[in-house]
Every structure is written in C-alpha cells, then in structure tokens.
C-alpha cells in the first residue's frame, strides 16, 4: 500500500505563487511516474502534470504549460508542483498520484495511476 500526502496548498491572489509537495511512503518511491491533478469546484477531475520514474520527461497540460513545473527529489520520496502566475481558473483541489506501472515515462490519464492522495485546496482569488 503506498500512502500519498499533499501539502502546501492556500489562498493566494492572483498572480502569486505557491509550491505543493507529496510525500510518498509504502513502497520504493524512486521506481514509479507521478502525476499531479485537479479538481475545480463542480468539474470533473483534470490532468496538470506528469513527472518520469527517474525525473527526466515531464509533459505538462496547455493550460499550465510555462506556469507550473513538476519535480521530484527521490531522495525525499517527494514530488513538488511550482505554480507561478497563478490565475482564478487555477481555484482547485489538487491531487498527486502515483503510477502502478514501474518505470513509466508518465501518464496523463487518471486511470494510469493507483494510488492517490486525499488533496489540497488552492484558491487564487482575482
């Protein structure tokens, strides 16, 4: 079982910025894609960002593409989002998420993940 929690998420106004971390235990951290997604109040959940097991290919979505910048520090068992230029349509739940599969090159879709952590509100207020 892999325990995923994020943290670092607030109010903040537009044009701010702010840095979301997932802390990973339960298994080997290292060998796994991650991913982080959200959740705007009423939509469906969405892609944001997906990170590679070894941190080498990131793929990000058109909307946050040049804003945002996904890491992670394997050493930490931690995966970070940077989100700079934050904008009211950024106002979401977000949730990190962690690949089943070994060695991905990471995914975009949420059915490619197993795990998922219970999420942290962000708020961009105009």
């Known amino acids: 079982q892999v325990q995923l929690v994020e943290s670092g998420g607030g109010l903040v106004q537009a044009g701010g910025s702010l840095r979301l971390s997932c802390a990973a235990s339960?298994?080997?951290?290292?060998?796994?894609?991650m991913g982080w997604f959200r959740q705007p109040p009423g939509k469906k959940r969405e892609f944001v960002a997906t990170?590679?097991?070894?941190?080498?290919?990131?793929s990000y979505a058109d909307s946050v593409k040049g804003r945002f910048t996904i890491s992670r520090d394997n050493a930490k068992n931690t995966v970070y989002l940077q989100m700079n230029s934050l904008k009211p349509e950024d106002t979401a739940v977000y949730h990190c998420?962690?690949?089943?599969?070994?060695?991905?090159?990471?995914?975009?879709?949420?059915?490619?993940?197993?795990?998922w952590g219970q999420g942290t509100q962000v708020t961009v207020s105009s």
């Open positions: 990170i590679s097991w070894n941190g080498v290919s990131t």
């Open positions: 339960g298994r080997t951290f290292s060998g796994y894609a």
């Open positions: 998420a962690a690949a089943g599969r070994t060695y991905g090159l990471g995914y975009k879709r949420t059915t490619d993940y197993e795990y």
